[in-house]
């Protein structure tokens, strides 16, 4: 590949994401980052998510960054999602970058 090859990946995630299908869903994600310059990731609006899911997107996001990709979800976090990042903790602590991958810059509702 040349070095003005750009390669950018979507992936369209399935509706349970949680503990029982994160292992799958994990590889589908490492498996793109390790050969693209951007992933954007979409997850469905009626999804299941649980703390599992989160974690992951969050290790991907540190990869990502390490490896030069560029990771960003397709959707804003849907009102589950945005469940299980207060709940978990994540929210109280988000960044100006935080804000911007998973609400798109807009202030949490």
């Known amino acids: 590949m ?14 349970k ?4 299908t994160i292992f799958d869903v994990r ?14 990731i979409h997850v469905p609006e009626d999804s299941e998510v649980d703390l599992s899911f989160v974690q ?3 290790s991907a996001r540190i990869r990502a960054k390490s490896s030069g990709v560029i ?5 804003v976090a849907n009102a589950q999602m945005r469940s299980v990042l207060d709940r978990g903790g ?3 602590g988000f960044s100006e970058e935080d804000e911007k991958f998973w609400f798109h ?5």
Do not use: C, M, W
């Not at 994401?17 to 029982?20: A, D």
């Not at 990771?71 to 959707?75: E, N, V």
């Not at 810059?105 to 509702?109: H, P």
């Open 105 to 109: 810059g807009k202030a949490q509702q």
């Open 27 to 40: 590889s589908i994600i490492l498996d793109k980052l390790a050969i693209g310059k951007s992933l954007t």
């Open 90 to 92: 994540f929210t109280a």
């Open 56 to 58: 992951l997107i969050e």
């Open 71 to 75: 990771l960003s979800l397709a959707q």
């Open 2 to 15: 040349s070095e003005n090859s750009v390669v950018n990946y979507s992936i369209n995630l399935p509706n």
């Open 17 to 20: 994401l949680n503990i029982k």
